[in-house]
């Protein structure tokens, strides 16, 4: 059964009507979504790129941090090896012996003596004081990796010390005719002077003392990477301080 001409007319115009009403509604609801879903695209790209430039400025800074410190726990270490090193040697602690004099074994010679060691070891002393001023740095930065070369070198250090007072404390004694601590003086005279007056024979102290460089230089050399630094930027092994003339 066919239906009316004008009940299909009806019918057709309202469906024109609400598919039209459908289209004009859903078009501005699509286009929103699509730039609140844009919004939300570059919000989250802006984002990581922030976090990725901060993490980069991060990492350049802690290398920048990191690289300056070793430069100076490197030049630290081996200005306090250089001060030991020339406090250790006899040559710059030579003494006359003044007109009225007439043997070295007095106590006036031995305070002499032992305030001209003191104008070498005070050195020895600045520098110990200097590179354990950046212990703290390189515990954060490295750990115990990096300030176990600072302890030792400055163990290094109160060694020397510790035989500088002996030293000159048991030869006081000997002089005053306490031979027993002739002992002590020549146990301590080891340490505080450099006695190798050949390769072949034996500085325990100095021996230790360069092992002990070498190993925080070859740690040191290793965070800086010397190879790339510019000839002027290259921490160098100072000189040694030259001898006292006489």
Do not use: C
């Not at 006036?108 to 740095?137: D, H």
């Amino acid at each position: 059964m066919a239906a009316h001409p004008e009940t299909l007319r009806i019918v057709q115009t309202v469906h024109d009507t609400v598919r039209d009403t459908v289209v004009r509604v859903a078009e501005p609801q699509s286009l929103d979504r699509w730039i609140t879903l844009g919004a939300g695209l570059a919000t989250i790209f802006t984002a990581g790129i922030a976090l990725w430039a901060v993490r980069a400025w991060r990492h350049q800074l802690k290398g920048t941090t990191e690289y300056k410190l070793a430069i100076r726990v490197y030049r630290a270490v081996l200005r306090l090896h250089n001060h030991i090193t020339a406090a250790r040697e006899p040559m710059n602690h030579q003494l006359p012996i003044l007109e009225h004099e007439m043997t070295t074994n007095t106590e006036e010679f031995i305070e002499r003596e032992r305030k001209e060691y003191w104008n070498w070891f005070r050195e020895v002393v600045k520098s110990t004081l200097a590179l354990k001023a950046l212990r703290p740095g390189a515990e954060i930065h490295w750990g115990d990796e990096g300030t176990k070369h600072i302890d030792a070198m400055e163990e290094r250090a109160r060694t020397l010390r510790g035989n500088y007072k002996a030293y000159f404390q048991a030869q006081l004694h000997v002089v005053r005719g306490e031979v027993g601590w002739s002992q002590v003086v020549e146990s301590s005279r080891k340490v505080l002077f450099n006695t190798k007056l050949l390769d072949t024979n034996k500085d325990q102290y100095g021996d230790s003392l360069d092992a002990v460089v070498e190993e925080a230089r070859t740690f040191l050399k290793h965070k800086i990477d010397l190879t790339k630094l510019l000839p002027r930027s290259r921490p160098q092994e100072e000189e040694p301080p030259p001898a006292r003339s006489l």
